[in-house]
T-cell receptor
Framework: GAVVSQHPSRVICKSGTSVKIECRSLDFQATTMFWYRQFPKQSLMLMATSNEGSKATYEQGVEKDKFLINHASLTLSTLTVTSAHPEDSSFYIC????????????FGEGSRLTVL | SQELEQSPQSLIVQEGKNLTINCTSSKTLYGLYWYKQKYGEGLIFLMMLQKGGEEKSHEKITAKLDEKKQQSSLHITASQPSHAGIYLCGADGGGSEKLVFGKGTKLTVNP
């Protein structure tokens, strides 16, 4: 079945630095990828929708300059948390969709970001 | 590792009919989430269940978590075309940072 790989699975960084998280579709072309954030014991919160070759669409309340999303190819989308602060510490997860799979979503395993 | 099995995989119902989607876990659930996805869009959070026997409702959708916390059901009453989409259950296994999802149930509601 379709596989989505997310990297890194865990990252610890210092406050003020930037961190990049990658989301790759390994065996299908993902025209659309979604980025979510999850706080402890809470549901996933959709941050943005990323379409290959175009600018990401951000959900209300998500700072686009803070969370930079790039979908440069049909198999790769990246989320960069810029000038990270401790409140950015969270679990980030991506999902990918291919229209030929009838809209089915495939999820990465998530990335745990800890900002010190 | 924890696995979530959803059934049925797909469901076609006539508008106005009731339906139930099930989500069964291989391990005890510490948090069970229900989401809906419309084609080409991201997940929409529906409900979260944490306690054994808990039941929550939102409009015509009701979700329950069994006492043993290993099975959840999502029930839609008097379905409408707007209910169509893919319903996903997701779980927090407790102590694990990895979220686990079922494979989804594709619901079609015919007018």
């Amino acid at each position: 079945g379709a596989v989505v790989s997310q990297h890194p699975s865990r990252v610890i960084c210092k406050s003020g630095t930037s961190v990049k998280i990658e989301c790759r579709s390994l065996d299908f072309q993902a025209t659309t990828m979604f980025w979510y954030r999850q706080f402890p014991k809470q549901s996933l919160m959709l941050m943005a929708t990323s379409n290959e070759g175009s600018k990401a669409t951000y959900e209300q309340g998500v700072e686009k300059d803070k969370f930079l999303i790039n979908h440069a190819s049909l198999t790769l989308s990246t989320l960069t948390v810029t000038s990270a602060h401790p409140e950015d510490s969270s679990f980030y997860i991506c999902s990918a969709s291919d229209g030929s799979l009838h809209g089915e979503l495939f999820f990465g395993e998530g990335s745990r970001l800890t900002v010190l | 590792s924890q696995e979530l099995e959803q059934s049925p995989q797909s469901l076609i119902v006539q508008e106005g009919k009731n339906l139930t989607i099930n989500c069964t876990s291989s391990k005890t659930l510490y948090g069970l989430y229900w989401y809906k996805q419309k084609y080409g869009e991201g997940l929409i959070f529906l409900m979260m269940l944490q306690k054994g026997g808990e039941e929550k409702s939102h409009e015509k959708i009701t979700a329950k978590l069994d006492e043993k916390k290993q099975q959840s059901s999502l029930h839609i009453t008097a379905s409408q075309p707007s209910h169509a989409g893919i319903y996903l259950c997701g779980a927090d296994g407790g102590g694990s940072e990895k979220l686990v999802f079922g494979k989804g149930t594709k619901l079609t509601v015919n007018p």
